[in-house]
């Protein structure tokens, strides 16, 4: 799993690639509360590159989106990959989560 | 020996990538269908992080030992360790309108494997078995 | 057990695309060069394939057991089988220059290994050790 | 690894893809004899998607072209990843094998 932080249009956007899994999770995780922890918000992350993740990757969004949600911050997810959306809805995320198409959507919404 | 492999890793999450690498090739090799093999790469990851976190409390320097086999009945893995033994009871995920972390790992094996099962006849750690029927065409 | 992985597969071909997936996936833990691990990968393929051709003669229900370390040493699979043993002088590949098929396995193996030795104390089959030795930034 | 014959301007072109090994490779190798015993030539050989090589398939190739030439024809190689040159370097055989950049060159030659 690779993690990198761009600004696009002043909206901060996290670009994941790789797996998420328990391995790879607790670095998301830090990268996440790093954020969080400076309140920035809206946070977009991109999966366009992500090939799996797993219950501890999605575990730690579930905890991401709880800590947003603390100072009224917003947690947009986009250009997931179909296999993955099926993870979520699966999980029945896909109605906790805030799921755009992509990065325009995301910014726009 | 045919139709099957067994692997033996460190109970260190950094082999879970090797765990789904050979399960997704057992799963081809046994002709399932590509979003199967998907469903079946998750299951066997979640389990053996199960392992990892519960049966081993997180010690990354134990054994788990993996066992594929294909057969005209299905796609089984066996998954052992010498951990804390599995309380039956508490093989259960959450409610999955109960938002919160965890507790999807079990309903993710569940999905994919027709089968969960610990053998109660093994002393000392746990035996998982997880075997997936032969589906039709458009089985899931 | 750490930095280690074992796996145990039939000697029929189709295995080969487990043994390569597992060798990458160890090599990469191990930090190697990417050029290196696919020169590694193609290395224990090539020695697998010989264990099936020549030690097993073509039977592809007998059993081959690979065992992989890491250590700061450098990146060692010892390749494990019960058939016939080998006859260390018939170990040579072919003359580059005299074009034929065939005989690629041994070079393919000692470009990227810097040990292949057959351990002669194994009673029946062959155990054979590769090793590679740790290199610079560039090495290769 | 799979295999598509297709006709490129009236030439037999091969479009190798995946990997090549000793499970796949005696594949290669009736799909090549049948096509010698019809003594086609040239025959042009697609490696764009061919992810791997081992010697199992390289003696395929090297018992094809020896088998071709009996009845004077052309094997002609074309689109090689990198990794597959390296190969056919490192086995001295890029000097045995006709190899090209792309079809066009190979067609033209
Ligand atoms: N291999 C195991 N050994 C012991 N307990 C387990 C094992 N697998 C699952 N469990 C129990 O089942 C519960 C639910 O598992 P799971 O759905 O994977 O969620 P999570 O691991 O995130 O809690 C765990 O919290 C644990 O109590
Ligand atoms: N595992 C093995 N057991 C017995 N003999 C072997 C083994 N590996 C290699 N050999 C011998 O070494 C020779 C050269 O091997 P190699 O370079 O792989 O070419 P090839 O297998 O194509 O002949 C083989 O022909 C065989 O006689």
Do not use: W
């Not at chain 1, 800590?67 to 990959?81: A, E, N």
């Not at chain 2, 399960?23 to 790469?41: N, P, R």
């Not at chain 2, 009945?73 to 093989?91: A, R, T």
Request: aromatic share 8%; charged share 30%.
């Amino acid at each position: 799993m690779e993690i990198e932080i761009v600004v696009y249009k002043g909206t901060k956007v996290m670009e994941l690639s790789g797996e998420i899994d328990m391995y790879t999770s607790p670095e998301l995780r830090k990268e996440l509360m790093g954020l969080l922890q400076r309140k920035v918000s809206p946070l977009l992350v991109d999966f366009k590159e992500v090939s799996y993740i797993d219950s501890s990757g999605i575990a730690t969004f579930v905890e991401g989106l709880k800590g947003i949600k603390t100072y009224g911050g917003r947690l947009k997810f986009f250009s997931i990959p179909d296999r993955i959306v099926e993870i979520f809805n699966f999980s029945k995320l896909d109605r906790v989560f805030e799921i755009y198409r992509n990065l325009d959507e995301a910014i726009k919404s | 020996m045919r139709d099957s492999a067994i692997i033996t890793i460190p109970s260190h999450p950094k082999y879970l990538s090797i765990v789904r690498a050979v399960t997704g090739k057992m799963a081809e090799l046994s002709g399932m269908a590509e979003s199967a093999i998907e469903d079946v790469k998750l299951a066997v990851d979640e389990a053996c992080s199960n392992v990892i976190k519960h049966a081993y409390k997180g010690n990354v320097y134990q054994k788990i030992i993996l066992r594929f086999k294909t057969s005209p009945k299905g796609f089984e893995v066996i998954i052992e360790d010498n951990g804390l033994k599995v309380h039956p009871e508490s093989l259960v995920g959450r409610d999955l309108e109960d938002i919160k972390p965890g507790g999807l790992g079990i309903h993710f094996i569940k999905k994919v494997f027709d089968i969960f099962a610990f053998d109660e006849k093994k002393k000392k750690g746990n035996r998982l078995r997880l075997l997936r029927y032969i589906k039709g065409k458009d089985g899931d």
